[in-house]
């Protein structure tokens, strides 16, 4: 069983960053494909950033093109988001999530993960 475990949200101003963390636990995730979602109130969860464990390759929703990077340790576990230009519109709760299941590029679904984290708070002031 894999535990996963979000850190690094906050509060920050409109055009700020932050860097969220999502650490592994029980088992390599260095053969899984890894990805964050998050969910603001009153909304469904939704895909943000996703990244292939082989070649590490990477794939986001358009409105977090060009601001967000996804990134992966495998020697750590562990897994990344840089959120750069930060909105008030980025608000919500950020998941990080894992897949046994979707083997290949694009899994933006969140019935295609099957390992979540609690996760984190990040709240963008304007």
């Known amino acids: 069983q894999v535990q996963l475990a979000e850190s690094g949200g906050g509060l920050v101003q409109a055009g700020g960053s932050l860097r969220l963390s999502c650490a592994a636990s029980?088992?390599?995730?260095?053969?899984?494909?890894l990805g964050w979602f998050r969910q603001a109130p009153g909304k469904e969860r939704e895909f943000v950033a996703g990244i292939l464990w082989n070649p590490g390759t990477t794939y986001y929703t358009d409105s977090v093109k060009g601001r967000f990077t996804i990134s992966r340790d495998n020697a750590k576990n562990t897994l990344y988001l840089q959120m750069n230009s930060l909105k008030p519109e980025d608000t919500a709760v950020y998941y990080c999530?894992?897949?046994?299941?979707?083997?290949?590029?694009?899994?933006?679904?969140?019935?295609?993960?099957?390992?979540w984290g609690q996760g984190t708070q990040v709240t963008v002031s304007s």
């Open positions: 029980g088992r390599t995730l260095s053969y899984h494909n």
């Open positions: 999530a894992g897949t046994s299941s979707c083997l290949g590029y694009g899994c933006r679904r969140v019935g295609e993960y099957n390992y």
